[in-house]
């Protein structure tokens, strides 16, 4: 069997990530700078969207085409949010 060798991929994700983390820690700024109630609309928005919803009764189900695109984002929400209780302490 014959082994592959592997060249080492271009790090063009790395500004990519740069540029996510530099939003997130904006975004997170500008969160922990509302009013409280507002905070609080925030926290209770960010809860409802950081468990992917897929209408699925099943939970050993299959997972259709996309869904890394909609876990993705859910799992953003959750870091959000974290980081924003976690900052309001």
Known sequence: MEQKSFRPVAPFSLPLEGRL?????LLLELL???PESRRTEMLDWLDERAI????????????GEGIELELARADEFQ????????SSD
């Open 32 to 34: 922990r700078n509302l």
């Open 79 to 86: 870091v959000l949010r974290r980081l924003m209780r976690n």
């Open 21 to 25: 983390l530099a939003h997130r820690r």
């Open 52 to 63: 992917y919803q897929d209408g699925q009764e099943d939970p050993g189900a299959v997972p």
